[in-house]
C-alpha cells in the first residue's frame, strides 16, 4: 500500500514550525536546569545565581555580582558535566556569566 502524498507546504511555513519546536525545547532545558540547579551549585549560590539560556554550545548563568560570578567560574567544569549529563549529551562546552541589575535578580 502507498503512502499518500501531503498537500505541499512552504518553506516558511516549516521553518517557523521548526524554530517554534526549537524555543520550547530550550525553554523545557532551561527548566530543567533550574530545578537541578541548587543541587549542583549549593544552596546559596543558588539564590545568588540562576541558569538563564544555552545559546549554542554556551551556558549563560545569570549572578548577583561578580563575586558569585568568580565562584561559579570555580565550578565550571563540574556544572558543564552536570549539564551534559542532565540534558543527554547537549553539547554545552562552556559557560559565561552575565550579572544581573537588581530588577533582573529573581528570588
Given at each position: ?101 537588581d530588577r533582573?535578580?529573581?528570588?
Amino acid at each position: 500500500m502507498r503512502n499518500k502524498l501531503k498537500a505541499p507546504v512552504h518553506l516558511s511555513e516549516l521553518l517557523l514550525q521548526a524554530l517554534k519546536w526549537r524555543d520550547i525545547s530550550l525553554k523545557d532545558q532551561i527548566s530543567l536546569l533550574k530545578e537541578k540547579w541548587p543541587e549542583w551549585v549549593g544552596p546559596l549560590l543558588a539564590l545568588k545565581s540562576a541558569p538563564l539560556k544555552i545559546r549554542g554550545k554556551y551556558l549563560i548563568i545569570g549572578t548577583e555580582g561578580p563575586v558569585w560570578a568568580s565562584e561559579l567560574e570555580l565550578s565550571k567544569i563540574e556544572i558543564i558535566k552536570n549539564v551534559q549529563r542532565e540534558l543527554n549529551g547537549t553539547p554545552i562546552e562552556e559557560v559565561r556569566f552575565r550579572i544581573l541589575s537588581d530588577r533582573e535578580v529573581k528570588r
